[in-house]
């Protein structure tokens, strides 16, 4: 049945053997990765499959698009998707598809079905690409998630190239623009739109002058998007998490294999998030029956840090 967790188990049993799981802190084993990363060469693994979580059908018969949907927190938000009721299409680079089967076995394990669109998203062509297929193959599009970004750390602003900040906003912000554009025109009253922002965006981050810069912009949009939309029943809004372990982080060319290994370590909570602990925000945003008088926010994820923002 749709939205249930693969081989059901009863939930007493179930609970018993996953609930109050200690979520791993740092430092982890020294590693890195080269970019884009993989999910399935992380230790540890990270945590996507959200066994506690109680599916409701919330999303049931809805199609969700969503980019960088291979690993991390798309993953885990594609997964969550069909848990509720939802057939999804992952956007991802050529080189993760080894991740992003993973992604669509897990989807069509509960019962949904997975379209992968692998794609570079940094060019207008691909955006409108990636919508088109999703509405072919399904026949409509209710959900964006434009989740996929770009990272790399540098010493100084004098040591970001033009290329490296042109990639970076082509990428996290610029691909959310021309997707949002794309997708316009197929969703219906009722729809949502959400993108992936960052703590980065709210406070600023040392070494990441280009990827906080996309993340303030992207925040910024998100509010603009969301007031003149609202006439058409569209919902615009934003998760900004914290640090997230994801293999954005550890295939981060700035950050030294020694600095993966205690990453998060500075958060608050003295950890990194799960992808899992993020995914129910992204349901939250996109189910009419939870937020349908929420729009324009950015909702913060952040373990513990606290700004007004």
Known sequence: MPGKFPAEMKRSQFQKRQSHRAAPKPPFPVQHQPAPGLESKLSPAPR?????????????????????????????VAFLYAREGADVAIVYLPEEQSDALVTQHSVEAVGRRCLLLPADLTTPAACQRVVAQTVKHFGHLDILVSNAAHQSRKASLEKVTEEEFDRTFKTNIYAYFRLAK???????????????????????????????????????????????????????????????WTPL??????????EVAKF?????????????????????????????????????VMGGETTGG
Do not use: C
């Open 249 to 258: 982080n550890p295939s981060d060319a700035g950050k030294s294999a020694k």
């Open 264 to 300: 998060g370590a500075d958060s608050p909570m003295g950890r990194p998030a799960q992808p899992e602990e993020l995914a129910p925000a992204y349901v939250f945003l996109a189910s009419q029956a939870d937020s349908s008088y929420i729009t324009g926010i950015v909702l913060q």
């Open 48 to 76: 996507w499959q959200a066994p506690d979580y109680r599916a409701a059908g919330k999303l049931l018969g809805k199609v969700a698009l969503i980019t960088g949907g291979d690993s991390g927190i798309g993953r885990s």
């Open 182 to 244: 794309a997708a316009l025109p197929h969703l219906a009253r009722g729809s949502a739109i959400i993108v992936t922002s960052s703590e980065t965006g709210i406070m600023g981050a040392a070494l990441l002058p280009d990827y906080s810069s996309t993340k303030g912009a992207i925040n910024a949009l998100t509010k603009t998007l969301a007031i003149d939309l609202i006439e058409r029943g569209i919902r615009v809004n934003a998760v900004a998490p914290g640090p997230v």
